[in-house]
């Protein structure tokens, strides 16, 4: 059985999962709970989590890990393409190629990830997405190749 409470999430597409996901209407708790991530916008092919790293996130060097930001735009991207599925269809990460731009530390304050379809096929879907600060300087891209299977 799903984690969805009302519906069953198989009947639903992948835009109404990921709407039910955003309005609370799961019991997840998941990776993005645990770091803190944020659901803030969702639409066909679209969405945007929001975060806030602190020290808890930094590596040995003082600044945030580039695994909470791949892991960031890992969430954007898949949910992304997650929000243009059919009722009855999964998809997995084949493919996660991440491109740091700019360090970031906790003074960098509450960022965005915004992942977006490019592209979406029968069996593959294809994505990119960034990660930008309040101000809109870009720390991170990223672009993703997901398999699209039936559940």
Known sequence: MTQLQTVDAHEMS????????????????????KLGFRL?????????????????SYNPLGTVHGGYLATLLDSALGCAVHASLKPRLAYTTLELKVNYLRAMTAATGPIRAEGKV????????????????????????????????DK
Do not use: W
Request: net charge negative.
């Open 14 to 33: 992948g835009l109404e999962q990921m709407q039910n996901f955003a309005s609370g209407g799961t019991s997840y708790k998941g990776i993005g709970h």
């Open 40 to 56: 803030a916008e969702v639409e066909l092919g679209r969405v945007v989590f929001e975060a806030t790293p602190g020290e808890d």
């Open 118 to 149: 490019t592209q979406i096929g029968r069996r593959a879907a294809f994505a990119e997405g960034r990660i930008t600060d309040s101000k809109g300087q870009v720390y991170a891209t990223a672009s993703t190749t997901c398999l699209v299977f």
